[in-house]
């Protein structure tokens, strides 16, 4: 599997994406991002580091760091080819487009 390196810890610790996980030290911490925004924790996080946009696990990343993860993350999953598997995809964002206007 490609290793994608994100940058190091300050304690010499190395933050990689491996595969469809953010790694530290090659231990996997997380598989997804989120946003600081809609993060329980947001006031206390803005607190400590002011430029932390994105949250993987307990470890935060600035925005672009975050882009690193999330192309290395795209990188790590495969094209979908089956037609009825990408139909199904479409289907099921139009249908969660539409509950989240109001249209039931």
Do not use: W
């Not at 810890?9 to 990689?16: A, F, H, V």
């Not at 231990?27 to 993987?56: G, R, Y």
């Not at 993350?73 to 199904?88: N, Q």
Request: glycine share 4%; net charge negative.
């Amino acid at each position: 599997m490609q290793a994608t390196f994100i940058r190091e810890t300050s304690d010499g610790r190395k933050i990689e994406v491996i595969g469809p996980y953010v790694c530290v030290d090659r231990d996997p911490v997380a598989d997804q991002l989120v946003e600081v925004a809609s993060h329980p924790n947001k006031q206390a996080i803005l607190h400590a580091l002011p430029n932390a946009a994105f949250m993987a696990g307990p470890i935060v990343l600035t925005v672009e760091e975050a882009s690193l993860v999330r192309g290395a993350f795209a990188m790590a999953t495969e094209a979908e080819t089956d037609k009825a598997a990408i139909e199904k995809r479409f289907r099921d964002a139009y249908n969660s487009r539409a509950r989240a206007a109001g249209i039931e």
